[in-house]
T-cell receptor
Framework: AQKVTQAQTEISVVEKEDVTLDCVYETRDTTYYLFWYKQPPSGELVFLIRRNSFDEQNEISGRYSWNFQKSTSSFNFTITASQVVDSAVYFC??????????FGQGTRLTINP | KAGVTQTPRYLIKTRGQQVTLSCSPISGHRSVSWYQQTPGQGLQFLFEYFSETQRNKGNFPGRFSGRQFSNSRSEMNVSTLELGDSALYLCASFPGTSGGETQYFGPGTRLLVL
């Protein structure tokens, strides 16, 4: 069975701190896809990144970076120099082929000024 | 390109009523998925449509149904509403032609059942 675990329910940091959101996944498939979404208070899920299981290269996009490690089944997300606008709920998700997206429970991130 | 649109954005119903939610995907996308989000259960998959055919279904009772039209727009219907159906209903759009495609979400419909 496929499963995504985001062990951190809530994180609160002061602006400009770095913060890492953890994501651990379970799957028996060798081909799968991992995603991160951001959900601001408005409710819409905003796509951040997609990674397939054959691409373990880490990715950096501005202040955001992602660390994918198949050996530990983890796909962690780091925000560098956090800002108040980063406050949101962040979801990690897993998909195998044509199957449904399976989401973690989400991590509520609060950046305090 | 216009994003995914969902109507209505907010809805208040009473127990026993039925409700229909609508989703218009991104132009060119032929697949639509629906998800229910509640504080207790998180994000749960309802169903997925591709070219007017239901391709995948989540573990929800038969009161939850959906359909997709030839223009890829989709509707979901919930009959005999229960208090527990109060949730944010999210629709996602994607091309649907290969596995692992990114799903782009709409703003959601917030349903409150009284």
């Amino acid at each position: 069975a496929q499963k995504v675990t985001q062990a951190q329910t809530e994180i609160s940091v002061v602006e400009k701190e770095d913060v890492t959101l953890d994501c651990v996944y379970e799957t028996r498939d060798t081909t799968y896809y991992l995603f991160w979404y951001k959900q601001p208070p408005s409710g819409e899920l905003v796509f951040l990144i997609r990674r397939n299981s054959f691409d373990e290269q880490n990715e950096i996009s501005g202040r955001y970076s992602w660390n994918f490690q198949k050996s530990t089944s983890s796909f962690n997300f780091t925000i560098t120099a956090s800002q108040v606008v980063d406050s949101a709920v962040y979801f990690c998700a897993l998909k195998m082929g044509a199957q449904k997206l399976v989401f973690g429970q989400g991590t509520r991130l609060t950046i305090n000024p | 390109k216009a994003g995914v649109t969902q109507t209505p954005r907010y809805l208040i119903k009473t127990r026993g009523q039925q409700v229909t939610l609508s989703c218009s995907p991104i132009s060119g996308h032929r697949s639509v998925s629906w998800y229910q989000q509640t504080p207790g259960q998180g994000l749960q998959f309802l169903f997925e449509y591709f070219s007017e055919t239901q391709r995948n279904k989540g573990n929800f009772p038969g009161r939850f149904s959906g359909r997709q039209f030839s223009n890829s727009r989709s509707e979901m219907n919930v009959s005999t509403l229960e208090l527990g159906d109060s949730a944010l209903y999210l629709c996602a759009s994607f091309p649907g032609t290969s596995g692992g495609e990114t799903q782009y979400f709409g703003p959601g419909t917030r349903l409150l059942v009284l």
